[in-house]
């Protein structure tokens, strides 16, 4: 099994050990990730203009890309996700947008948003299934009270994304207890943690970050996990005696190939 990859800014630079860790666990799962040959940044914000279309470009080539190859698309980051698979949707549904992508990039074939756009957590519960992947852990995360944070950009909006419940989501919990862990449920686990304004207000993120841990740990987690690398980064910023995991990192740690994967 071989999807594109589109591995985004982030984790090919600041944090290629997380990119380390999802190829190393792909191989170990029996799927490949093929990254796209000549990717560029997705811009790590959806352009909320009617009218603009330039910011857009670079994720129309990716998705055509892995359209050449009659792949799904893959990334590990959700912002990267959320990006692509909005501008995707514009392809597919907005004919000005359409129009004007594929009149400006002279494609060998018009795009018209036939990609299927998939977070790593959806090939795990939608290609591979969590029931394998538990089958598949070698050191099980026995005993880890574990909350799950999604932050805003995998879950809305919730028609486009369509990646789980916006109000009430479960992936990363059944992901969370795949490893061996259990899941701890809190009330503020799909509140933003500040992503955007975190340079223009970083009193105001770090505030909104507390409230996040305040609340993982007042229903007893002793860890979080997150697939977004913004939110990972804000939260560790609160210096808070929380720890904030990357997915990416304890599927790794829980398939035994984290330190093979760093080599």
Known sequence: ?????????TLRNKAKDLDAYARASAKALGFELEELSDWQCC???YPLGTDEIASKLSSVRALAQADEKGQSLVTLCSACHHVL???NDDMANVEDIRTRANNYMKLDKPYTGQTKVLHFLEVLRDEIGFDTLKEKVVNPLTGRKIGAYYGCLLLRPGKVMAFDDPENPQIIEDFIQALGAEPVVYPYRNECCGGYISLKEPDMAKNMCKTIEESAKGFGAEALITACPLCRYNLNKTQSDLPVYYFTELLAEALGVKEEALK
């Open 43 to 45: 811009g790590g914000v």
């Open 1 to 9: 099994m071989k999807f594109s990859y589109y591995p985004g800014c």
């Open 85 to 87: 698979k909005r501008v």
